[in-house]
């Protein structure tokens, strides 16, 4: 994180850190939070902030269950608003890049669900709006602050950053890990094709960064950090989802540790493909289950918001220009 005003890194840190963890900011910061809430009946919320810009950054929080019942609120946070990487079943992406977010507005989403709206956040995951890597200086600065004990003193193992693939991200985000506190951040990666050739398709940063050079990197993180890589794999009807698809998939995952975590589609609006059916999803969960891997199925939550993973995103300002 710069320090603003000329005030050292070191300082601006703790000066951060510290107003987060009691839960007051700057009283003209905090005056300048414009906020809209709008809850699913199946308890997700969104909150948008609105930035002094005029741009909106959207964050959902998502009431899971653990293990024994316990509650493990789960925020998801943007890293950008809008999305350059163009993926065709995202709604984000149907935005364009409006522009990176700060440090500051990444864990001023941590500030607003924990202080304003009273959420005991468990879990933070980087899968709003925008690919993360494609800000990992202000996604990094964040982080920190994040766990940094005198703030909001968040265990790195309770962090995810999630990517569509950026190679030179994932080498940046690596250096971080290994370098710093952070030693228990998690991976996860939205892979959601089988083979480069449906993958050009759906994501285009694929044609730049190939599966093969994509596992290579992959394989290089697992060698360095601990934990499981969790793969995700968003299941759309009739472009990724056949029996082929699944056994090409785990063919590619090979030995890496990860577990799989199938997302069924969530259909983005002016969407040319519906969600998948059940029988579907559970098809393609066994034959993943029946080639050795292990695998999860997300739950969805979300959707009449359009707060679901992928549904992100403002109708209003998609028309306009990129920023940055
Ligand atoms: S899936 Fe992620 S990386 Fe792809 S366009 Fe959407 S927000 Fe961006």
Redesign the pocket.
């Known amino acids: 994180m710069r320090g603003r005003d000329g005030i050292p890194r070191e300082q601006a840190m703790r000066e951060w850190a510290g107003c987060l963890r009691e839960g007051r900011l700057d009283p003209k910061r905090e005056a300048a939070i414009d906020l809209r809430v709008e809850s699913d009946p199946d308890g997700t919320s969104k909150f948008l902030i609105r930035h002094p810009d005029g741009l909106e950054t959207e964050s959902v929080v998502l009431p899971l269950t653990g293990k024994g019942g316990k509650p493990r609120t789960t925020l998801c946070v943007s890293s950008q608003i809008g999305?350059a990487?163009?993926?065709t079943f995202?709604e984000?992406?149907q935005m364009g890049l409006m522009r990176n977010l700060t440090v500051e507005e990444i864990v001023l989403q941590w500030h607003v669900a924990t202080h304003r709206l009273g959420h005991a956040i468990r879990n933070i995951v980087f899968m709003g709006?925008?690919?993360p890597l494609d800000n990992v200086e202000a996604v990094i600065g964040s982080i920190e602050i994040l766990i940094d004990r005198r703030g909001p003193s968040m265990s790195s193992s309770r962090i995810a950053v999630s990517t569509?693939g950026r190679i030179d991200g994932i080498r940046r985000l690596s250096r971080f890990v290994g370098e710093s506190e952070a030693r228990k951040l998690r991976l996860a990666i939205?892979v959601n094709a089988p083979d480069d050739e449906t993958r050009n398709r759906i994501?285009p940063l694929n044609r730049a960064m190939d599966m093969t050079a994509l596992h290579e990197c992959l394989s290089d993180w697992c060698e360095r950090h601990a934990g499981p890589l969790l793969l995700e794999y968003v299941l759309i009807p009739g472009v990724n989802d056949s029996d082929h698809a699944a056994t090409t998939l785990a063919g590619w995952i090979d030995r890496l540790p990860a577990r799989v975590n199938v997302i069924p589609y969530n259909p983005r609006r002016e969407s040319p493909w519906p969600a998948p059916t059940e029988a579907d999803v559970d098809r393609f969960v066994r034959t993943l289950r029946d080639a050795g891997l292990d695998v999860s199925r997300r739950v969805t939550q979300g959707r009449a918001l359009m707060a679901a993973c992928?549904q992100l995103g403002n109708e209003h300002i998609r028309k306009r220009r990129r920023i940055d």
Request: glycine fraction near 22%.
């Open positions: 999305c990487m163009g993926c995202c984000t992406a709006m925008g690919e569509v939205s994501m992928g």
